[in-house]
């Protein structure tokens, strides 16, 4: 009969059932999924970052976490105000001590009233180009690290945004003529400023900068080599840096950004200090100095005490010249 | 006072993408920048998590400590805001927030970076509550209309809770006693110092 058979079928589908239940073991219907799962603080132990995949197009952030911003953060507010003020202000406190124990470095035999030419125009277009893009790149620059605890609160947050907008536009497109700067500097002085013999007894002798001493130098002394590379190697720094910082992940992902600041910042505090000291010895450090980037030409008698041995050179290019100080009266006709 | 934030639920995350979109459309958040998104860790292999993340709205926020113009403030909520008539553009919060919560439009020199926007708790900006400026700037406030952020709110398997710290702690605490495990509240311990025992 159909109807017998069913039951049996039905029979036989309850003991399954029920066989299926009883051999389950009771602690597999406890499942714990997390157990072979992902954990934060494993990866974050293990990378310091917890990254994976999305799907929106944007695949920069599929980076989660990176709590290494904290220790940025430490650099930025604490560490390199501590370095920048150090470098600046330090290096501002021992030019005004200098000036008031030494004061300006005379012309000891005076002006000879004849000159002879230093730096070319170009030269002195580079310079002067490259410098005016450092002091509104440094003072930008400078905003950005104590503009919030020393002017915002002199001036109020709407003055002070303004102001660090357009700061920020200057840095930005002054960054492109200070680099065609550096790099023409590079070319143009290199030959100059190779270290040399010269410079080792230069060094010895403390450059003549304490008492009337006045070693022998070449076009460029070892003080204005190092000025030089400086320049070079900073202004290589700085540059490659903000770049790396004004193009967001074209280089780097955001550690690299993070390094980037570091040392862009860094290496900027310090060639601002140190260019301090150049603006210092250009200008009221030494007399007749101005001269070789204002007008290009500097007084025999200058050229004489600072660089004798690059007048020797030029003496003996352009033909006879008396190694005789000129007498002072000179100047006077 | 409440002390808001975000508790993303990685065992209930079914990466749906929801979230992110819902915040899209709410702000009319522009092309290229997503206030939140969902990060799926070990895709594909046992043990997978998908995480939702915005900004976590963090405790001594990072992000406001180096801001160059300080233009960062938090609310009597614990909500991180900012003011988009202050912000230079200068990418400093995004190096320093650990959850990638700052994004920029590119419309600055060089098509680099524009004024930041963030996820705002759907809490808007400086402006009048619910003013045409307010919107136009950081999108919609639905807190100031009693109500909590879209994104959470709309969370298909409630995920993604927001709210009151404790509350939503709470919750979690309930559901992991419930169910038997968890795999802890992301991103806790790095925004808020704090983690949630279970």
């Not at chain 1, 503009?147 to 945004?161: D, M, N, T, V």
């Not at chain 2, 939702?52 to 009597?76: K, R």
């Not at chain 2, 009048?128 to 639905?142: I, L, M, P, Q, V």
């Amino acid at each position: 009969m159909a109807s017998f058979g069913r039951l049996i079928r039905l029979a036989f589908g309850a003991c399954a059932l029920l066989l299926v239940i009883t051999a389950t073991p009771a602690s597999a219907q406890q499942v714990n999924p997390t157990a072979s799962s992902v954990k934060e603080q494993q990866l974050l132990h293990e990378l310091n970052r917890i990254q994976g995949r999305v799907s929106i197009p944007d695949q920069r952030s599929g980076v989660l976490e990176q709590p290494q911003g904290r220790e940025w953060r430490e650099f930025r507010n604490v560490t390199l105000r501590w370095i920048g003020g150090v470098a600046i202000i330090g290096m501002l406190a021992v030019l005004v001590i200098f000036y008031l124990t030494r004061g300006m470095v005379r012309l000891e035999s005076g002006r000879s009233g004849r000159t002879i030419v230093r730096f070319t125009l170009f030269e002195r277009f580079v310079h002067w180009m490259t410098a005016s893009c450092f002091v509104i790149l440094a003072i930008s620059g400078l905003n950005i690290t104590f503009g919030r605890p020393l002017l915002l609160p002199l001036i109020g947050f709407e003055a002070f945004s303004e102001w660090s907008q357009w700061a920020k536009y200057a840095h930005n497109y002054l960054s492109f003529p200070f680099t065609v700067g550096v790099v023409l500097i590079f070319l143009m002085w290199i030959a100059g400023n190779l270290p040399n013999k010269v410079d080792v007894a230069w060094i010895k002798r403390g450059g003549g900068i304490v008492g009337h001493d006045h070693p022998p130098a070449y076009r460029f002394n070892a003080g204005q080599k190092m000025i030089y590379w400086i320049v070079v190697i900073g202004g290589g720094l700085v540059a490659a840096t903000g770049y790396e910082l004004m193009f967001p992940f074209y280089i780097s992902g955001i550690e690299g950004m993070q390094m980037a600041q570091i040392i862009h910042s860094v290496v900027a505090v310090l060639f601002v200090a140190a260019m301090i000291a150049h603006v210092y010895i250009g200008t009221i450090g030494m007399e007749g100095a101005f001269e070789a980037m204002g007008s290009g030409e500097v007084d025999l008698n200058w050229a004489r005490e600072h660089h004798s041995l690059w007048l020797d050179e030029q003496s003996g290019r352009t033909g006879p010249n008396d190694q005789k100080p000129q007498p002072v009266t000179a100047a006077a006709e | 006072m409440a002390r808001m934030k975000f508790l993303c639920d990685a065992d209930r995350c079914i990466e749906c993408n929801a979230c992110v979109t819902a915040c899209k459309n709410e702000h009319e958040v522009p092309w290229g920048i997503n206030r939140r998104r969902v990060v799926t860790i070990n895709d594909g292999k046992p043990g997978e998590r998908s995480i939702s993340m915005a900004c976590m709205h963090c405790t001594d926020a990072p992000c406001a400590a180096v801001c160059p113009v300080n233009c960062f403030y938090t609310t009597a909520d614990g909500v991180v805001l900012h003011s988009k008539d202050l912000c230079i553009g200068c990418g400093y919060c995004f190096y320093a927030c650990p959850f990638g919560a700052p994004q920029y439009p590119k419309v600055g020199n060089f098509g680099s970076r524009g004024k930041m926007d963030k996820c705002t708790y759907c809490a808007g900006g400086p402006e009048a509550d619910g003013s045409k400026e307010e919107y136009e700037k950081y999108g919609a406030n639905r807190l100031a209309e009693g109500k909590l952020p879209l994104c959470a709110e709309m969370c298909s398997t409630k995920s993604l809770l927001a709210g009151d710290g404790e509350i939503i702690a709470q919750i979690y605490k309930e559901r992991v006693m419930k169910r038997g495990y968890g795999s802890g509240a992301w991103g806790w311990k790095t925004a808020y110092r704090e983690t949630i025992e279970s």
